[in-house]
């Protein structure tokens, strides 16, 4: 079936965290009930890692029929549900995944809590490349150990991996884990074998376990391929832990369902016994129903998906080339979120902050959350209907324009 991507839902008395909260302003940490998303001066919300889009149809089918059947019992994952995601996994990424090594938590950032707690000692390091995904250095600070960084470097447009820098920080002994956003949230890489090759290698050489985040593994641009971490080698296979879900890639956020993938015997059971630890055995109802959905009969609606990410990519580039040159998008290869380099405004984070949510109406991630090398950005989400965009953009515009004096 054709589905219809330009269509605007409107999202209001969903709960939603996209559209009706707002961080405060006394304490980033906390977040509050707003209703500056909707109404007549609506400010844009462009942020949080969610998707304007309905999710597939077969998905809402399934999740309808479950509903009525009014029982929602205790839920535990039976073999249909494990061999959905073997296939998916096979059939996306060419990965042959064994049922047995998949365990399910209800999201990744608490796999990431509960990975830090099961295999890093107190006072022991988990290194990052920022600028990334903020709820890392929680997972991390939250359970007892510490950051170790290995910043990524901006060159040309583009980032890349500091291998120099990650051997240096390696050797470190008490780096014992590091943490691979695989592609990275918030710059867009889709890193290439070479790349996962070097990272392997070098975690390898200095005994450091690899957590690599692949969430956002299913969006990737044309052009651009995606290859799981664990599937480059068994010794790679062996020395990591894989997290992924069909959450970014079906808008199932909400059903907080996720799949950490640990072939290693040894190292699944230390996980098994921290997540059991915490309590969860079985898991939701509505979240196992999707993902088999999902994985098994959403294949045709992602093409359409990424067909119409791509489009809206293309204009806002353009857009942003012919009427807002005095920012640089930084061309994302893989995901939604689009990073956007703003520091020739020549404000500081607050005024950009400000500029952007005050006077262009719009709300953005801000680029220093995911650390100081993201001060001077700002992370659009792009997977909203192409209308809301190329509003959003227009307002970016013009605030910029009033800014340097080319508006009155
Ligand atoms: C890299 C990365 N990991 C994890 C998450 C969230 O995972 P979950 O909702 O399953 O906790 C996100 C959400 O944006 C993300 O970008």
């Known amino acids: 079936m054709e589905y219809d ?12 965290l996209k559209w009706e909260f707002i961080q405060s302003e006394e304490d980033p940490l906390e977040w509050e009930l707003t209703d500056r998303f909707f109404g007549e001066d609506r400010i844009l919300p462009l942020w949080v890692a969610d998707m304007d889009f309905p999710c597939p149809k077969p ?20 073999p249909a549900f494990y061999q959905a995601v073997v296939r998916w996994t096979q059939r996306r990424h060419g990965w042959e995944v064994a049922p047995e090594w998949i365990c399910i938590t209800p999201g990744v950032v608490p796999a990431l809590n509960m990975l830090v707690r099961a295999f890093v000692p107190a006072g022991d390091r988990v290194l990052i490349q920022p600028p990334v995904y903020y709820p890392f250095y929680s997972a991390i600070e939250n359970n007892g150990a510490e950051l170790a960084f290995n910043p990524l470097i901006y060159e040309d447009g583009r980032y890349r991996m500091d291998l120099a820098d990650l051997e240096a920080k390696c050797s470190d002994p008490k780096v014992k884990l590091a943490i691979l956003c695989s592609p990275h949230n918030p710059v867009g890489r889709v890193w290439t074998e070479d790349e996962l090759t070097h990272f392997g290698e070098i975690c390898i050489d200095n005994d450091v376990l690899v957590v690599s985040d692949e969430i956002h593994s299913d969006l990737i ?3 651009h391929a995606f290859t799981p971490f664990a599937k480059l080698s068994e010794a790679f296979a062996q020395n990591s832990i894989t997290c992924t879900a069909p959450s970014k890639t079906f808008n199932l956020a909400g059903l907080q369902t996720s799949c950490i993938v ?7 059971s230390k996980f098994e016994r921290v997540v059991q630890s915490n309590g969860l055995v079985t898991i939701g109802t509505f979240g196992a129903v999707a993902l088999q959905a999902a994985y098994d009969h959403g294949e045709e609606w992602l093409g359409q998906l990424l067909e119409y990410l791509q489009g809206n990519l293309e204009y806002l580039e353009q857009y942003v080339a012919e009427h807002i040159p005095q920012l640089t998008v930084v061309r994302p290869e893989g995901t939604y979120l689009v ?27 801000e680029g220093f959350v995911f650390g100081p090398e993201g001060e001077g950005f700002e992370r659009m989400n792009i997977a909203c209907p192409r209308a809301l965009l190329a509003e959003a953009l227009d307002r970016i515009r013009q605030a910029v324009g009033k800014l340097s004096g080319d508006i009155e």
């Open 5 to 16: 991507f330009d269509a605007e839902v409107d999202r209001r008395d969903t709960d939603s």
């Open 59 to 78: 998905v809402v089918d399934a999740l309808v029929a479950r509903a009525q059947h009014g029982i929602y019992g205790y839920t535990m994952p039976t």
């Open 221 to 223: 641009f044309k052009g």
């Open 262 to 268: 640990i072939p290693n015997q040894e190292l699944r």
């Open 339 to 365: 990073w956007l380099d703003c520091r020739r405004l020549g404000l500081n984070k607050w005024e950009l902050k400000q500029l952007m949510l005050e006077e262009a109406r719009v709300y953005l991630d």
